[in-house]
């Protein structure tokens, strides 16, 4: 892929690119005001939803077409470039009609080849810079095949946001990172900018400035980061937005390290082994949760713990997919007779705790 910066005229090449402002546009004087304060503190690149998609009708599903002239008048009177999320051809029409200078695909409409193909198509021909959420789903192959939808239309200046993905666990994130996900983007394209979300990932205002640091010592390019004039009244993502000035001093307290290329792969590469063992702990101890369940269930039928047949038949057949991915035969039943052992313990335990 050969792509071009996504870089604005006139903003330094300096980490992090910012983008900023509300989830929604809400009113003409909401989005004036924020916008005012935001180009006081210094940020060059304005954000704001016209167009939203909600998980259920009847919410704040954005004002559309007129809330465009109010983010013309930002351009005009702060001198700020305005963004906005596309996820129609219609969209489309009319945010180039309005002059918007940056476009960014959301995580619902990635998750959705017919859609991206539709924007893609609409923009042939457009030099304009896309970013592309990732998909809602942790599907790194369905984020690729969405920047190559827009690749494929000519679109040069390309990049990512990081918005995390959605999960039915609890978990302290609205949507966990899973870091490893855009890290292995960044291998396989290092020139594609990758943008972080810190807004959509926490959930909540007091995780911003965390989740951001975190980005910037993962090497990310820039950050979109929902800002409000008073957050709490804000018409939608009201707990994650913060207010102009919270802003500035999250991107003042910010760390920006010096990039140091082997130690920096190294620490990347780091990241991702902690991100991943986190994650076959939690896929353990949730194995572990369907075992005690199992435990139960054979209590209550007067099942004996051990079916052996079965347990021989799942090492074979695990043992062979594990050499089909990569691993050796030998490794792969060591750690499934390890987590069959502990399996078995919970079992005991949970019928022991459960006999009448
Ligand atoms: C947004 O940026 O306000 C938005 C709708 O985000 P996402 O597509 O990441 O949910
Ligand atoms: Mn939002």
């Not at 790194?140 to 679109?155: C, K, M, P, Q, V």
């Not at 009201?238 to 207010?243: D, E, G, L, R």
């Amino acid at each position: 892929m050969e792509l071009e910066s996504i870089l604005l005229p006139g903003i330094e090449d300096k980490r992090p690119m910012i983008i900023s402002g509300p989830c929604s546009a809400e009113t003409e004087e909401q989005v004036m005001e924020t916008a005012t304060k935001l180009a006081g503190n210094g940020l060059k690149i304005f954000r704001a939803g016209v167009w939203k998609p909600r998980t259920k009708p009847g919410g704040f599903e954005g004002v559309g077409t007129p809330a465009l002239k109010w983010l013309q008048k930002v351009r005009k009177e702060t001198g700020m470039y305005v963004a906005t999320e596309v996820a129609t051809e219609k969209h489309v029409y009319e945010s180039l009609k309005y002059g918007m200078d940056m476009l960014w695909i959301g995580a619902r409409t990635t998750a959705n080849p017919f859609a991206v193909q539709e924007i893609a198509d609409t923009l042939k021909g457009v030099d304009i810079p896309v970013l592309i959420k990732n998909p809602v789903n942790p599907d790194l192959e369905l984020w690729i095949g969405a920047i190559e939808r827009l690749y494929n239309a000519g679109l040069k200046k390309l990049g990512v946001i990081h918005r995390g993905f959605s999960t039915n666990d609890k978990t302290v994130y609205r949507n966990i990172p899973q870091w490893h996900i855009p890290i292995e983007l960044k291998r396989r394209y290092p020139d594609l900018p990758i943008i972080c979300d810190p807004s959509h990932i926490g959930g909540k205002r007091s995780m911003v400035k965390t989740i951001s640091q975190q980005a910037m010592d993962l090497n990310y390019y820039g950050l979109i980061i929902e800002s409000h004039r008073n957050p709490d009244d804000a018409w939608s993502d009201s707990a994650q937005q913060v207010s102009p000035d919270a802003l500035e001093e999250i991107l003042r307290e910010l760390v920006i390290r010096e990039k140091v290329q082997s130690t920096e792969d190294l620490s990347d590469l780091r990241e991702q082994i902690d991100e991943l063992d986190n994650e076959i702990l939690q896929v353990l101890s949730k194995r572990m949760r369907v075992s005690r369940e199992i435990g139960l269930y054979k209590l209550e039928h007067d099942m004996p713990v051990l079916q052996t047949g079965r347990y021989d038949h799942i090492l074979n057949d695990r043992a062979e997919q594990g050499e089909n991915m990569q691993m050796s035969g030998n490794f792969v039943k060591q750690v499934l007779e390890a987590i069959h052992s502990e399996s078995v313990r919970q079992q005991f335990d949970v019928m022991e705790k459960n006999k009448k």
